[in-house]
Nanobody, 118 residues
Framework: VQLQASGGGLVQAGGSLRLSCAAS????????MGWYRQAPGEQRELVAT???????NYADSVKGRFTISRDNAKNTVYLQMNSLEPEDTAVYYC?????????????WGQGTQVTVSS
């Protein structure tokens, strides 16, 4: 399974970015997807997740500003980020998890840098 994240960049506070993560080598449709981020000197933290059925979950810090979505036809998960704040600066990683029978699996993408200037 490969996860290719893109869409990061430099943006001013209050701006928007949309991250994309294309998955290959998995069924995708049955997998749960998520976005995590890691700022320098900090632990990786959950940003948002979306289940195979489309149920979503968000960190409190991004609720109302970020939206996670998925396009199963394109094997792609998105993270629309609005009203960005300097505190959102981090490397953002996409994550895929699923199972085949009782065997669970999980994969990380390579990360994409998001920098928000004040």
């Amino acid at each position: 399974v490969q996860l290719q994240a893109s869409g990061g960049g430099l943006v001013q506070a209050g701006g928007s970015l949309r991250l994309s993560c294309a998955a290959s080598g998995s069924t995708f449709r049955g997998d749960a997807m998520g976005w995590y981020r890691q700022a320098p000197g900090e632990q990786r933290e959950l940003v948002a997740t979306i289940s195979s059925g489309g149920s979503t979950n968000y960190a409190d810090s991004v609720k109302g500003r970020f939206t996670i979505s998925r396009d199963n036809a394109k094997n792609t998960v998105y993270l629309q980020m609005n009203s960005l704040e300097p505190e959102d600066t981090a490397v953002y990683y996409c994550h895929l998890r699923g199972n085949i029978g009782v065997a669970a699996y999980a994969y990380w993408g390579q990360g994409t840098q998001v920098t928000v200037s004040s």
